[in-house]
């Protein structure tokens, strides 16, 4: 996690000198090397953070929106981030383009003149397939939003996958099952048809399509999220984003694997089918 360094003798300057004039990106002041303390909760995509002096709030994420309020010294809830315009971080002179929503929606604040920042796994108000992909990379232990156990299963990736790509509000959260990883990509096809097409297995995957494997034993299989797909030598094959492919669980990281025949036995027991995204 990125900290924001500032020290009290910031602080008591930065009140001084702001008066009733809104800083609007960038300090005058050199930093000193104390670490700010930023926010450690994030449940629900709320998160807290402090303005140290006067800042603008905008209509929107860019420095030439409109300002719609200006935020006095204190502590504030926001309840999601988006990227917007870059801008030298206050303190470390770092280019930061995150932009904090209030929890009020009453607007945007730069991140770059807020000290602190949302805790590791507070996603995006937007996740888009292609940003859920970057942010799941290399994620150990990864957990889904609707209950605490089974960090790191495979099942836990496709739904987290659901969680933050289709589903909004509190549907983010709402309880759902679609069986063990051989299962999971019919029961996706089955109760999602607005965002998924039909269970198959004709064709070539495409990317973000969640696929499910028997595995060697038949009984718990395997599922990933395509990323890729070609037919070498005459054979379909894919890679996929995965987690608990080492069978480490909530120590397993999540990693796009290598090829793998779908044509025919593989590592996971062969290949039962897929659903591709809308």
């Given amino acids: 996690m990125n900290f924001k360094k500032i020290s009290s003798a910031l602080v008591a300057a930065a009140l001084i000198a702001s008066g009733s004039i809104a800083i609007n990106a960038i300090s005058l002041f050199t930093p000193l090397t104390q670490t700010a303390q930023a926010s450690t909760y994030c449940k629900d995509r709320s998160f807290t953070a402090r303005a ?6 905008r209509a929107d994420r860019s420095t030439s929106s409109r300002i719609v309020r200006v935020l006095n010294p204190g502590t504030y809830t926001f ?14 002179g770092q280019p930061d383009n995150k932009w904090f929503r209030l929890a ?3 607007g945007w604040v730069a991140s770059a003149v807020i000290a602190g920042y949302p805790p590791e796994g507070c ?3 937007n996740m888009t397939r292609e940003r859920f992909f970057n942010w799941a990379l290399g994620q150990r232990g990864i957990a889904r939003l ?3 156990d089974l960090r790191g299963q495979c099942v836990t990736l496709a739904v987290r996958y659901l969680q933050e790509v289709y589903f909004t509000g509190s549907e983010k959260t709402r309880p759902r099952a679609y069986g063990h990883g051989k299962d ?6 089955n109760q999602h048809p607005n965002f998924f097409e039909g269970y198959t297995r004709n064709g070539l995957p495409r990317r973000g399509a969640i696929i499910s494997f028997p595995g060697p034993n038949r009984q718990w299989g395997h599922v990933g999220i395509v990323m890729e797909a070609r037919v ?3 054979v379909r094959q894919i890679r996929m984003l ?14 796009i694997g290598g090829w793998v025949n779908i044509d025919g036995w593989n590592a996971y027991g062969g290949t039962n089918g897929w659903t591709n995204p809308r």
Avoid: K
């Fill in 232 to 234: 070498f030598n005459g």
């Fill in 146 to 148: 609707d209950r605490n």
């Fill in 79 to 92: 309840n999601t981030w988006e990227e917007g315009q870059t801008i030298n971080d206050h303190w470390t």
């Fill in 123 to 125: 996603l995006p108000q």
């Fill in 184 to 189: 999971v990509a019919w029961g996706v096809a």
């Fill in 104 to 106: 009020d929606g009453s």
């Fill in 242 to 255: 995965e987690s608990n492919w080492d069978s480490r669980a909530e120590n397993s990281t999540v990693r």
């Fill in 52 to 57: 140290l002096f006067q800042v603008n709030v």
